[in-house]
């Protein structure tokens, strides 16, 4: 083995220059991966098979091997399965995970693929293939360098039996390679040799580029990434990351760390091609030039006159720090779901798609599938943004069904919200227990199976550290239809007068082991999602709803919290252990509530709930005494049709005594449990905060508040609670309940974090008012509790350690990708509620009471609490329209008026909801103004009812800690 | 970055199990009584051996029935790619002492009552595994002093990469990037283990795997450093070789 020194010069943090002097081994042991090679001893892994060429363009026989910018580029195509046989080489692969993480990741899963017959090719620690870089070469010249020897060792390697094809875009290095003899080409002229119209219509976009140049240019150029270094080094320019405002499309905001206060981005020659959640380089407008967000619902439509709103502007008052987008540092940008917007030429090849997603601008795509697409859901991604071009450049992935259709449609949510729902793979299914694997496909042998499955585990292996809580009185509370039932408690009398509390969680960790792969992808999934309808496991179904799920009759394992508490709720002693249980009954809420309201029943479950009630309600007055929040977020669910799906009827969800009974001791459980494994493991717990909210972002709300003469104290969780309680209004019931749900949209998002990471002080839940929390109560459906029951497991010595669970880095980072999985889930759920609200509005006009929520310039945004939906009413009018009603906005009062009625913040209306499916692809729901009653404005009234079913239901216990996920969902306009 | 590849590279073109480049020369400096000079990759070390020779400092401490072992472990200021202010601190100090414990453990003491033996070590350039090198360029030196031993103090690092691969003989991108790193300085022919050190805490599940990755580094060590030993005896002491090089003159 031969050795060689790589050196190079980098700059520490502090500006020192060091020169770093690295170890080099070339190898002799690397084979080539070709099936045909008889010359490379160590040829492991051979994927490269002998290739039948279909290409019309290259008749030879061959395998192809592409350069960084064609894989960067073309990555859509790259994982169509008709390219096969392709070598990367490690030089390429380096080069795109440094440059795009996210092209890596793809491509990765591709070369794991085996039959696609990807090889990697270690060029760079192969003693033939390793070149020096000369002295003066630019790392890219360099790296094409290694390209080619490679490919050129590759031809020779193969004795021409099979040529290896270079692909590459770039013209220049093209040449080069054509002029040392290897074959190339590009891409592009590749698969057109291939004659296929999918894998056509996936090539990026960038060779129109060429021929828009011409064009006169829409936005400033980009600076170079040397200047914008050096500017924001300097201190002239700010980097942040650029969020997209959902109202209004020629409005951003970027969120530049250190800054209180977002720099706001207004027009299109500001955002300069920026794209939701990109890194972007901004440049501050001097002062002068400062503005406040418009106010103005702009919606990309054709018939809405923006361009007329946005000229009108006046100078506000209040101004916003205000900046321009002078580059782009990293591009977020994915693969984005859709529809082809109606063309009106017909054959025409390019064509605009329209994001589902609106803070993403629409994209220019190139397609021959017009026909076919014209009426499906489709996945497009973004190649480029020219200066010249109003719209970015795309090309076509692939399509996910008929517009309308749910399947389709669920598929877009679950993939805008990058939810992982394929099914589970079989070395996940392998981690099942072994005994089910007999199971047929009746449902009578599952239950006979799993009884004696789960007997004979508990008797056999797992009696020794379990408690045999077989014989207490435990039972089970939870919404109906609820199939994944994680909790089940107990409660009996005890001689010396206290009594035997105890709270059984399902215990999960029994079967999912740490690092296995159930474990992996179980952490991958950390949540599972609840779609109407349908429901993404975050387990797979044997566990989530049979093996775990704490069912009435059966015997289930458990980990249990066992309290021995005073009549006064006082604990004076507990315990934490694991178990084996028998729940005495599953019960729904209302089965529970007429158990405790039959005082005629008094057997010994009767009694239990009784007393967990009494329990229950010192608990939550002690709770609301130390200051925690009782916020409102109008949940509904939709009564689903058993057969088509389709929603018939949504009722908001009631709040039982019983709800919050099972609620008070889950969080009892989960302040525990947070205490006794941060008590054993002061670094590593995984607990959850709520961050205070900063007073800024309560001010609207106190402005709001304040029109109406009531007063808000936000100083603490204590006194927002109790001024919230006062502000009532005896002429409009709702008014309390929008004060909360506004109150809410104020809040912070709460999220999990290793406990080293933090000081005691910042482990505070604000919404609790607890000064440490954790999730422990639902393993079968968040992630985050199958760590904290692996945590206390450990802390009871039933369980030992394992290395993941004692690095604080991990951990930290795999909080991380909980709390974004959780958000992304909530995401998922608020959109399929509204895309039910869409599919329930079809063909229906109703009438609904709904609330004054914000008065915008030339809007009012509406909320309609029975279907917990949040509308657009539009004031002004239409484009081309004529509109006799004239509406004044006052900015200071923030009111509306036309004539004699004035509209404010927080006022009752009526509202005529109807779904506008003029727009075939983009349907909306329609808000027309009933009552009060405006000549030419408003719409006369009308009424109707329907009938009921259920559907799957997600346990709603901690819904206090929901709050935490505010907005509500929106509807589409 | 990865410490491993997918490909089962390291960082340096090593798979998980393969030492670095060896190369040492024993005898290379004429003052002290025993020499060597040992690189092991980019790690470059000297070491000099003085005595045994009689008790310079603390004559009334020093015990009467074996000699005393005097180390000292320093870094050249050039050493590492910043230059280095002070060539002996206080991370010097320590490991002085760990040099002098494993040492220890190897020379027969006892044949060298009321004297004294010193071990200089000096780093010329670092890249990782420090200390293993020191102790191995001492053990080369002391043989080359003639100083008897019960056998040779071998010493090698490991550490683990993403997790679950420990990798054998680390290199200084390698300490800083990747998770606790393990260094061990065996017997090789008894197994005794003379020091073992991690930098962190190391999780139970690991140290066995880690621990034994070391050891075998060290077995491998040790076949290469014999080898090279009986070769330059051979050419310094063999009668055939004796003087050639004058005589063709």
Request: charged residues 15%; hydrophobic residues 35%; negative net charge.
């Given at each position: 083995m031969k050795v060689t020194s790589k050196t190079f010069i980098r700059k520490t943090k502090r500006g020192n220059i060091l020169k770093i002097v690295r170890e080099h081994y070339l190898r002799d042991d690397i084979g080539c991966g070709s099936k045909i090679c008889k010359k490379c001893k160590h040829n492991n892994e051979k994927p490269l098979v002998k290739h039948q060429s279909i290409n019309t363009d290259f008749p030879d026989k061959h395998y192809l091997l592409v350069d960084t910018n064609v894989v960067l580029h073309q990555i859509d195509a790259l994982e169509d399965d008709t390219l096969k046989n392709v070598i990367i080489l490690q030089t390429v692969l380096e080069e795109v995970k440094h440059l795009s993480h996210s092209v890596y990741k793809r491509l990765m899963d591709i070369i794991g693929n085996y039959s696609r017959s990807f090889y990697v090719f270690v060029n760079v620690y192969h003693k033939d293939t390793y070149v020096e870089r000369v002295r003066g070469e630019s790392p890219n010249d360099y790296n094409d360098r290694m390209i080619r020897v490679a490919a050129l060792w590759y031809n020779k390697h193969l004795d021409d039996k099979i040529k290896v094809l270079l692909l590459s875009s770039d013209e220049a290095s093209k040449a080069k390679a054509i002029n040392e003899g290897i074959p190339t080409m590009s891409l592009e002229q590749y698969v057109s040799g291939l004659n296929n119209v999918t894998l056509t219509d996936k090539l990026s976009n960038r060779s129109c580029m060429v021929e828009e140049t011409s064009k006169e240019p829409i936005f400033p150029p980009h600076l170079t990434p040397a200047i914008i270094h050096q500017g924001i080094k300097s201190g002239k320019l700010m980097q942040g990351t650029f969020f997209a405002s959902t109202d209004n499309f020629l409005e951003g905001n970027v969120f530049v760390e250190g800054q209180e206060k977002n720099i706001l981005l207004q027009g299109r020659e500001h955002l300069n091609r920026a794209i939701n959640g990109d890194i972007v380089a901004i440049e501050m407008l001097p002062e002068s030039q400062w503005s406040a967000p418009a106010n103005l619902v702009l919606a990309d439509y054709d018939d809405l006159d923006l361009e007329n709103g946005l000229d009108t502007v006046e100078k506000p008052k209040e101004k916003y720090p205000t900046g321009k987008v002078v580059g782009i540092i990293r591009k977020k940008w994915r693969q984005y779901c859709g529809i082809i917007q109606h063309s009106l030429v017909e054959n025409a090849t390019r064509h605009l798609f329209v994001p589902a997603d609106k803070k993403i601008p629409k994209i220019r795509i190139e397609t021959r599938q017009y026909d076919k697409l014209k009426d499906q859901r489709v996945i497009v991604a973004i190649d480029t943004w020219p200066r010249t071009s109003r719209y970015p450049l795309g090309h076509f992935v692939r399509s996910l069904g008929k517009i309308g259709e749910r399947e389709a449609e669920n598929e877009v949510i679950l993939l805008e919200h990058d939810v992982p729902h394929s099914k589970f793979s079989d070395e996940v299914l392998r981690c099942l227990p072994k005994e089910t694997w007999t199971i047929s496909a009746t449902v009578n042998i599952v239950k006979i199976a799993h009884s004696t499955l789960v007997s004979t585990i508990s008797i056999t292996i797992d009696l020794v550290g379990r408690k045999d809580f077989r014989d207490l009185d435990i039972c089970s509370v939870d919404p109906p239809g609820c199939t994944d039932i994680d909790d089940a408690l107990h409660c009996m009398p005890l001689e010396n007068g206290n009594f035997q509390v105890g709270v059984h969680i399902a215990d999960v960790t029994h079967f999912v082991k740490p690092g296995t792969a159930i474990d992996i992808e179980a952490s991958q999934r950390a949540t599972t999602v609840y779609l109407t309808g349908r429901r993404i496991d975050m387990v797979p179904g044997l566990l989530s709803s049979n093996l775990c799920s704490l069912r009435g009759g059966e015997e289930r394992l458990a980990f249990s919290c066992v309290w021995e508490m005073?009549?006064?709720?006082?604990?004076v002693n507990s315990s934490y252990t694991k178990s084996v249980i028998k729940s005495k009954a599953a019960m729904t809420y209302d089965q529970a509530q007429l158990i405790i309201d039959d005082q005629n029943q008094d057997n010994s479950i009767a009694l239990g709930l009784r007393q967990l009630n009494k329990f229950a309600k010192i608990l939550k007055k002690r709770r609301i005494d130390a200051g925690a929040l009782v916020l409102a977020s109008p949940e509904i669910r939709f009564l689903v049709d058993s057969e088509t799906r389709d929603p018939l009827d949504v009722e908001v969800k009631q709040l039982k005594e019983t709800n919050s009974m099972v609620e008070e001791f889950m969080l009892l459980a989960n302040v525990e449990v947070a205490k006794k494994i941060y008590s054993d493991f002061p670094e590593f717990a995984v607990l959850r905060r709520h961050p205070k909210p900063p007073p800024s972002n309560f001010e609207s709300l106190i402005k709001a508040a304040a029109h109406l003469g009531v007063e808000l104290n936000v100083d603490s969780s204590r006194d927002l609670a109790n001024s919230l309680d006062k502000a009532v209004k005896l002429d409009n019931p709702f008014f309390n309940t929008m004060l909360r749900i506004l109150a809410t949209r104020c809040m912070l998002q709460a999220v999990y974090f290793a406990s080293g990471t933090k000081t005691y002080d910042e482990f505070l839940h604000y919404g609790l008012a607890a000064p440490i929390y954790t999730h422990f109560t639902s393993p079968i459906r968040r992630y985050a509790d199958v760590l904290v029951h692996r945590l206390l497991a450990v802390s009871i010595a039933s369980d030992s350690t394992t290395p993941e669970m004692l690095d604080k880095r991990k951990i930290e980072g795999l909080c991380q990708t909980l709390n974004i999985r959780t958000r992304m889930s909530a995401y998922a759920e608020r959109a399929s509620v509204a895309l039910n609200t869409h599919i329930f509005f079809r063909g229906k006009i109703r009438d609904e009471e709904g609330y004054i929520l914000y008065v915008r310039k030339n809007a009012l945004q509406i909320l309609i609490p029975k279907y917990g939906l949040e509308g657009t009413l539009f004031l002004s009018p239409r484009k081309g329209q004529l509109q006799a009603a004239i509406f004044t906005y006052n900015e200071d009062e923030q009111t509306q008026r036309c004539g004699d009625i004035v509209f404010r913040t927080f006022d009752p209306v009526s509202v005529q909801l109807s779904l506008d499916s003029s727009n075939v692809q983009h349907e909306r729901i329609v808000l027309k103004l009933v009552k009060p009653e405006i000549p030419n404005f408003s719409v006369p009234s009308i009424n109707t009812s329907t009938v009921n079913v259920q559907q799957p239901q997600k346990n709603p216990h901690e819904p206090c800690d929901s709050i935490c996920e505010p907005q509500l969902k929106k509807a589409k306009i | 970055m990865d410490l491993l590849s997918r490909q089962g590279l390291r960082t340096d073109g090593r798979r998980s199990g393969e030492l670095r480049r060896i190369r040492c020369k024993m005898g290379v400096f004429n003052q002290p009584d025993g020499s060597a000079y040992l690189e092991q990759g980019n790690t470059k070390v000297v070491a000099a051996i003085y005595g045994p020779h009689e008790i310079r400092t603390n004559r009334s401490k020093a015990p009467n029935d074996c000699a005393v072992i005097n180390c000292q472990y320093s870094m050249a200021t050039f050493s590492r790619s910043e230059r280095k202010r002070r060539p002996r601190d206080n991370k010097s100090a320590e490991l002085t002492l760990h040099l002098k414990q494993a040492m220890a453990t190897a020379i027969k003491t006892d044949l060298y009552p009321k004297s004294q033996i010193d071990i200089f070590v000096q780093v010329l350039q670092s890249d990782g595994g420090n200390y293993s090198v020191c102790v191995n360029a001492a053990t080369l030196a002391l043989i080359d002093a003639g100083i008897a031993m019960e056998e040779f103090v071998i010493s090698c690092t490991s550490s683990l990469a993403n997790g679950e691969t420990p990798l054998v003989d680390i290199s200084h991108l390698e300490e800083t990037m990747g998770g606790p790193s393990l260094t061990v300085a065996i017997l090789p022919i008894s197994g005794k283990i003379a020091m073992l050190e991690t930098s962190q805490r190391i999780h139970i599940n690991h140290l066995e795997p880690v621990l034994s990755e070391a050891v075998r580094g060290c077995r491998y060590i040790y076949e290469i450093l014999n080898k090279i030993i009986k070769k330059h005896y051979e050419e310094i002491g063999g009668a055939l070789n004796w003087g050639t090089e004058e005589y063709n003159i």
């Open positions: 005073t009549p006064n709720a006082d604990i | -």
